[in-house]
């Protein structure tokens, strides 16, 4: 771990590959795990020596967005696989919590999935922890990659990110909005500053895509935050939106899925998610209860009117499914435990 002082002197990329090629065991596979490897000036000089030898297997992590750039794409020329670490997702929660799943869901639902955060009790030194988190990230892979970076808006910008997730907003909605609350901004000094955020994924972007004409529009796109927990920790006691929250659970659900997602678009109505893979297609869509006749033909209205036989999902809290025309609804805890 290279932000271990004891490891100070293997910072010098040269005295790193000494010290590596030194213990390394001919005739055996040689594991080796560098940690916060953006600590050492140059480290892929190190990496990609190390790459020709046919007895090394090589894993760097990090926590700065510069691993995941495309920074590193070029340094390392594609001689690499990426694996992106998410907070725990609903199932993975519930190997380490003994309530039952309905019960757990509520903690889950506010807490969100860092590992700490479900053996918090109090809320006051969980608001601390996700502030810490958030912190941190903010300085080390957002502010500290900017030449001139104001810390003020940075923080407008997320707070506004964390109170419309789920909602259609546009990089100029969003200078509009923080000039008009005396933190006057640009739109491309929003877009700088967004752009950073997204590559230290503390928010995730996702665009809209015409069913229809089979193109993604331009216009308008919808952000989802990492965790929930960094969201009611930020913006505290409000009354929660619960329709846009599972919807973030389920964005990032599909995620861990390895699904490439996007928002469907038809006839001016939307499906919440379009979830592809390898050629096969899902369509999504997600609320608190459909128990209401009113609510369920209008969940259930953009799903019609797609035409293609893939299938279709209505993913919602309601214990009694009330699915019909090939629509599958689903108890949407029960999907996430599948």
């Given at each position: 771990n290279?932000?271990?002082?004891?490891?100070?002197?293997?910072?010098?990329?040269?005295?790193?590959?000494?010290y590596i090629l030194n213990r390394l065991l001919n005739g055996k596979m040689n594991y080796i795990f560098l940690d916060e490897i953006q600590q050492v000036d140059s480290f892929e000089k190190v990496l990609n020596s190390l790459f020709h030898r046919e007895n090394v297997?090589?894993?760097?992590?990090?926590?700065?967005?510069?691993?995941?750039?495309?920074?590193?794409?070029?340094?390392?020329?594609?001689?690499?696989?990426?694996?992106?670490?998410?907070?725990?997702?609903?199932?993975?929660?519930?190997?380490?919590?003994?309530?039952?799943?309905?019960k757990a869901f509520h903690h889950y639902l506010n807490y969100g999935g860092f590992p700490y955060a479900v053996q918090i009790e109090k809320d006051e030194v969980f608001c601390d922890y996700m502030e810490g988190i958030l912190n941190t990230v903010l300085v080390k892979d957002v502010l500290q990659r900017k030449k001139q970076s104001d810390t003020l808006i940075v923080e407008s910008i997320v707070?506004?990110?964390?109170?419309?997730?789920?909602?259609?907003?546009?990089?100029?909605?969003?200078?509009?909005?923080?000039?008009?609350?005396?933190?006057?901004?640009?739109?491309?000094?929003?877009?700088?500053?967004?752009?950073?955020?997204?590559?230290?994924?503390?928010?995730?972007?996702?665009?809209?895509?015409?069913?229809?004409?089979?193109?993604?529009?331009?216009?308008?796109?919808?952000?989802?935050?990492?965790d929930l927990g960094l969201k009611h920790a930020l913006l505290g006691n409000r009354r929660p939106d619960l329709e846009h929250?599972?919807?973030?659970?389920?964005?990032?659900?599909?995620?861990?899925?390895?699904?490439?997602?996007?928002i469907g678009n038809i006839d001016k109505q939307e499906v919440d998610f379009i979830a592809e893979r390898s050629g096969d297609i899902l369509y999504f869509q997600v609320s608190a209860s459909v128990l209401d006749s009113s609510t369920f033909a209008r969940e259930i209205a953009p799903l019609l009117k797609i035409q293609d036989n893939y299938p279709k999902y209505l993913l919602t809290l309601d214990e009694i499914p009330t699915g019909q025309d090939g629509i599958n609804q689903i108890n949407l805890i029960d999907w996430l435990l599948n």
């Amino acid at each position: 771990n290279f932000e271990n002082l004891v490891h100070e002197e293997l910072l010098s990329y040269q005295v790193l590959h000494t010290y590596i090629l030194n213990r390394l065991l001919n005739g055996k596979m040689n594991y080796i795990f560098l940690d916060e490897i953006q600590q050492v000036d140059s480290f892929e000089k190190v990496l990609n020596s190390l790459f020709h030898r046919e007895n090394v297997d090589i894993y760097i992590t990090g926590s700065n967005a510069y691993l995941l750039s495309g920074e590193l794409a070029t340094l390392l020329s594609g001689r690499y696989v990426t694996m992106q670490v998410q907070p725990f997702s609903f199932a993975e929660y519930m190997t380490i919590e003994s309530d039952d799943s309905r019960k757990a869901f509520h903690h889950y639902l506010n807490y969100g999935g860092f590992p700490y955060a479900v053996q918090i009790e109090k809320d006051e030194v969980f608001c601390d922890y996700m502030e810490g988190i958030l912190n941190t990230v903010l300085v080390k892979d957002v502010l500290q990659r900017k030449k001139q970076s104001d810390t003020l808006i940075v923080e407008s910008i997320v707070k506004f990110l964390m109170s419309s997730v789920g909602s259609l907003i546009s990089i100029k909605k969003i200078a509009d909005t923080l000039t008009s609350m005396n933190r006057k901004t640009s739109s491309p000094t929003v877009e700088s500053y967004l752009s950073s955020l997204l590559d230290a994924f503390i928010f995730y972007k996702v665009d809209r895509y015409d069913i229809y004409g089979k193109k993604f529009l331009q216009l308008n796109s919808k952000y989802y935050v990492a965790d929930l927990g960094l969201k009611h920790a930020l913006l505290g006691n409000r009354r929660p939106d619960l329709e846009h929250d599972l919807e973030n659970i389920v964005y990032l659900e599909l995620l861990r899925r390895r699904y490439n997602v996007s928002i469907g678009n038809i006839d001016k109505q939307e499906v919440d998610f379009i979830a592809e893979r390898s050629g096969d297609i899902l369509y999504f869509q997600v609320s608190a209860s459909v128990l209401d006749s009113s609510t369920f033909a209008r969940e259930i209205a953009p799903l019609l009117k797609i035409q293609d036989n893939y299938p279709k999902y209505l993913l919602t809290l309601d214990e009694i499914p009330t699915g019909q025309d090939g629509i599958n609804q689903i108890n949407l805890i029960d999907w996430l435990l599948n």
